[in-house]
């Protein structure tokens, strides 16, 4: 007997001389001294439990699409590069949904879906092929796409333009802007910040809460000059 409590305190000692354990208990010791692996018995007592962080997934996948949406997709690629989220949104939200990941993550899709909705329109408002000008829209659609989008997310893009005399003169309010002045480039920006935010497990996104916004630096430009 003493023989085997003299092994099971030198067990003990070699457990509670590692980091890795917390220090047994004289109950856990007591637990443990019929144990046929005295060690073992007392390891699974004193061991840290590990907690699987299953919102891990949808951070990593938010952080990938963010990156992918940053570089540059087209309208007709755009489903499938922001899927990831998609997925991963799905297998969590029932049982972590006010988990900061996902509520940006929900937020960042319903955005997605209106930016999505507003590139279509914008390309179908696109007349320059009409008028062999580039970038020129049929701009009170552009406008409508960014108040829309404004109005249901809290942002401020604040699209406004200045409408071309020949436009007035034949009753079509047209204007030209410049690729990083569209709508839907802002409404992809603000994507962006959504998805690495909540990607960041110390970040706590309050449901609703506006993301930091971009306006405008000025009117997009006249396009009198080439009617003239």
């Known amino acids: 007997m003493n023989r085997f409590l003299t092994s099971a305190a030198a067990a003990a000692i070699a457990i509670t001389a590692s980091p890795a354990y917390a220090q047994p208990t004289p109950a856990i010791v007591k637990q443990c001294q019929t144990a046929a692996d005295f060690a073992g018995c007392v390891k699974a007592f004193t061991t840290p439990a590990v907690v699987k962080d299953e919102v891990q997934p949808l951070r990593d996948a938010m952080k990938q699409v963010a990156a992918r949406l940053t570089t540059g997709t087209s309208l007709a690629d755009s489903t499938s590069v922001y899927q990831p989220v998609v997925d991963q949104l799905a297998l969590v939200e029932s049982a972590h949904g006010s988990d900061p990941a996902v509520v940006a993550a929900r937020k960042a899709t319903n955005m997605f879906g209106v930016m999505r909705s507003a590139w279509g329109l914008r390309i179908q408002a696109d007349v320059s092929h009409k008028l062999n000008k580039s970038n020129v829209y049929i701009c009170p659609t ?87």
């Open 142 to 228: 552009l406008k409508d796409t960014a108040d829309i989008f404004d109005q249901q997310f809290e942002t401020s893009i604040n699209f406004n333009y200045s409408t071309t005399w020949a436009g007035r003169l034949f009753g079509v309010k047209l204007c030209t802007v410049a690729d990083y002045q569209l709508p839907d480039y802002y409404m992809r920006s603000e994507i962006v910040q959504v998805l690495n935010s909540g990607a960041t497990p110390t970040t706590s996104m309050e449901k609703g809460a506006p993301s930091s916004t971009k306006i405008f630096p000025q009117p997009v430009s006249d396009y009198s000059s080439g009617f003239r």
